[in-house]
Every structure is written in C-alpha cells, then in structure tokens.
C-alpha cells in the first residue's frame, strides 16, 4: 500500500525552511527518501531505520517515528538545488514489495 | 564503477510489438528493481528480484516479464505493447534490500503508438 506524502506542493524563497511528511498504515521497517529532478532519476537522501540509525545526506534531517509509521524530512535554510520531487519510499523487511509515495513537489525561488 | 546502466534511452513502438529494456549493474548487488513513472506521478513497482534466479511481481507487473540468470542483469520484457505502457522505465539496484540506498540508472523513455 502506498505512503501518503504532505503536502503535494509547496514554494519556498531561498533560506526559508520546509519539512515534508510521509506516512504509512502498515508497519514500517524503514523509510527511505529520495529527490527526483526534472528528466532525471531519483536520488537517493536518506534511509531511516527501527531504532533509530539514520544513513545518508549530511545536511538534511529527518525523523522516523515507528509506532505512529510516519516519517518527516526537514530541509532548512534552501537553496535553489533543492528544487525537485521529493518521494518517500517504503518496503518489507528484505526489500520487497518497496513502494514509493506519490512526491512532493518543492520549489525554491530565489 | 558505472554503477546502473540501462539501454536504450528511448525507444518507440508501435502497438502490439515487443521489446527488452536491457538493465545492468556492477555493484554486485543482489536486489534488483524495475519501476515505470508515468507523467507528473510517482514510481510504480514492476518486478524486483533478490537474486539470480529469484524475481516477484510488484504493484503493477502485467504486460511484462523478467529474468535474473546473473547478479548483474536483470532484463525486463514488454510483450504485445499498449498505449499504456508509455512511461519512463527506471531499473534499481542495492546491496541490502530495505536497509541500504537504492542506485537508480538514468531510464528508459518509452513511447507505444
């Protein structure tokens, strides 16, 4: 079943901040998030995991709550290279069946 | 290392032919994924595969059919194409299914008239 990802949309002005919501309604074993360019492929951010380790993008955060099964992604202080599609991505515990949410569009205006 | 490679890069058919998107890694990476974006929406899950000679179907696998007989490729086959299947294929790879980053290749544009 596919994440439910919030908002759809949002416009920022360079150095404001933004944060991206991902939920599921099974259980989730990880969260991954990615960001997709325009005729580009998606690109991996970050993956969280139970219990907490994190792996991935030194300067975006985000946070993973097992027992609500949701996840955020905060981008602070933006810049123009963060524009894209921002897709939050979830599977079994040995990698099937991964689904990806629907996307959040960013775009940053300077 | 060049990572995920996917050919063609674009191709055109006419309905009802058949093709192979040809996908390849050399990460030695034991899950494979085929997924196709369709215009302004996300990714679907095709088929994937966590390892030679094992392959299961996604969120939308009708229409196409896979196989893994080495770690590196992990062709997909499109028979009797439909207007439907026009989309952008994406083929994927990791080392861990859940728990590590997948490395996507730079996808194959598919047009069926």
């Known amino acids: 079943q596919q994440p439910v990802q919030s908002p759809q949309a949002v416009i920022l002005r360079e150095g404001e901040d933004a944060v991206i919501n991902c939920s599921s309604s099974k259980a989730l074993y990880s969260v991954h998030w990615y960001r997709q360019k325009h005729g580009e492929a998606p690109v991996f951010l970050m993956i969280l995991l139970k219990g907490g380790e994190q792996k991935g993008h030194e300067k975006i955060s985000a946070s993973f709550n097992e027992k609500k099964q949701q996840s955020s992604l905060y981008l602070t202080a933006s810049q123009l290279s963060y524009s894209g599609t921002y897709f939050c991505?979830?599977?079994?515990?040995?990698?099937?069946?991964?689904?990806f949410g629907p996307g959040t569009r960013l775009s940053v205006l300077p | 290392n060049a990572g995920v490679t996917q050919t063609p890069k674009f191709r055109i058919l006419k309905i009802g032919q058949s093709m192979t998107l040809q996908c390849t890694q050399d990460?030695?990476?034991?899950?494979m994924y085929w997924y196709r974006q369709d215009p302004g929406m996300g990714l679907k899950l095709i088929y994937y595969s966590v390892g030679a000679g094992i392959t299961d179907k996604g969120e939308v696998p009708n229409g196409y059919n896979v196989s893994r007989s080495t770690t590196e490729d992990f062709p997909l086959r499109l028979e009797l194409a439909a207007p439907s299947q026009t989309s952008v294929y994406f083929c994927?790879?990791?080392?861990?299914?859940?728990?590590?980053?997948?490395?996507f290749g730079p996808g194959t544009r598919l047009t069926v008239t």
């Open positions: 994927a790879s990791t080392s861990a299914g859940t728990l590590n980053e997948q490395y």
């Open positions: 990460m030695n990476h034991n899950y």
């Open positions: 991505g979830t599977g079994g515990n040995y990698g099937q069946n991964f689904v």
